[in-house]
């Protein structure tokens, strides 16, 4: 036993704190990826890696020359899959900063659930982005810039149709309406639904390449929407819209402080 010991190598407390930032880096990309296609792009390359030691261990030395290759590029690939995401997460680190205040949607909830239902009710489409922590400067610039207090009247207003502004998407950023008649990048997601729209499509890009939540309002039917992290929940009734920004601004919180 005691030889046993003289093996294992003594443990210093660099190797401790070595650990603890692995781990919280997997925490972060697991957070990131969670819900969204990425996920199952990593399931699929981790069934890959398993096919790659199972042909090792059968002998089937043709399938193990194929993944052998395959997996020898393997940063490349990782890159060209995940340039979004490296992307975001990267965007994401930078953004971050104890110095500077998190935007909150909570101090407007309720001003933007009657913006999107009196849009709804008259079936006039609206595009609005909440900012999270990742700036949206860049679609601000596409826009025009407005920099006032969120209100249910200038939100209506800005997408009243003839209005010449009504053609794009709204930036908010805490209570503030950065800019309007913003452009939004389309989603390149393949799977999203062919019966959808260019402006839920735009909210579904928009959401894709940042951490920005995004309310949808159907010129169609007058459906209410939420886009987040590349998914689409529609149907949404005033009273589960509010229930989602308010669960929205829980969850951004809990995220930002390190809590799942």
């Known amino acids: 036993m005691h030889s046993f010991l ?3 190598p003594r ?4 190797d401790g704190l070595d650990v603890l930032i692995v781990a919280y880096v997997i925490y972060r990309i697991a957070l990131l990826i969670r819900g969204t296609r990425t996920m199952q792009m990593v399931v699929g390359l981790g069934i890959l890696a398993a096919a790659f030691v199972t042909s090792q261990m059968l002998g089937l030395f043709t399938l193990n020359w194929l993944l052998n290759n395959f997996l020898g590029s393997i940063i490349i690939i990782l890159v060209v899959i995940f ?7 990267l965007t994401g680190v930078g953004a971050r900063s104890f ?3 998190r935007p909150s949607v909570g101090a407007i909830a309720d001003e933007l659930v009657k913006a999107a239902e009196w849009l709804s009710a008259r079936r006039i489409g609206g595009l609005i982005v909440l900012e999270n922590e990742i700036g949206l400067q860049d679609v601000v610039d596409t826009g025009r810039v407005i920099e006032g207090r969120a209100s249910p009247e200038l939100i209506e207003t800005i997408f009243m149709p003839g209005s010449p502004m009504h053609d794009g998407a709204v930036i908010i950023k805490g209570d503030q309406v950065l800019a309007a ?11 999203v639904s062919l019966t959808l729209g260019m ?3 735009a909210a579904i890009g928009m959401t894709e390449d940042s951490d920005a939540s995004v309310i949808v309002v159907s010129e169609q039917d007058g459906t209410i929407s939420v886009a987040r992290r590349g998914r689409l929940t529609r149907g949404l009734k005033p009273q589960e ?3 989602a920004l308010q669960n929205l601004e829980v969850v951004n919180t809990a995220v930002g402080q390190g809590v799942a």
Do not use: E
Not at 83 to 89: G, K, N, T, Y
Not at 181 to 191: E, I, M, W
């Open 11 to 14: 443990l210093r407390w660099q």
């Open 199 to 201: 402006r839920h499509r």
């Open 6 to 8: 003289h093996v294992i």
């Open 241 to 243: 819209l509010l229930a």
């Open 83 to 89: 340039q979004s995401d490296i992307r975001r997460a």
């Open 99 to 101: 110095f500077t205040a």
């Open 181 to 191: 008649a913003c452009q939004l990048p389309l989603s390149t997601n393949p799977n």
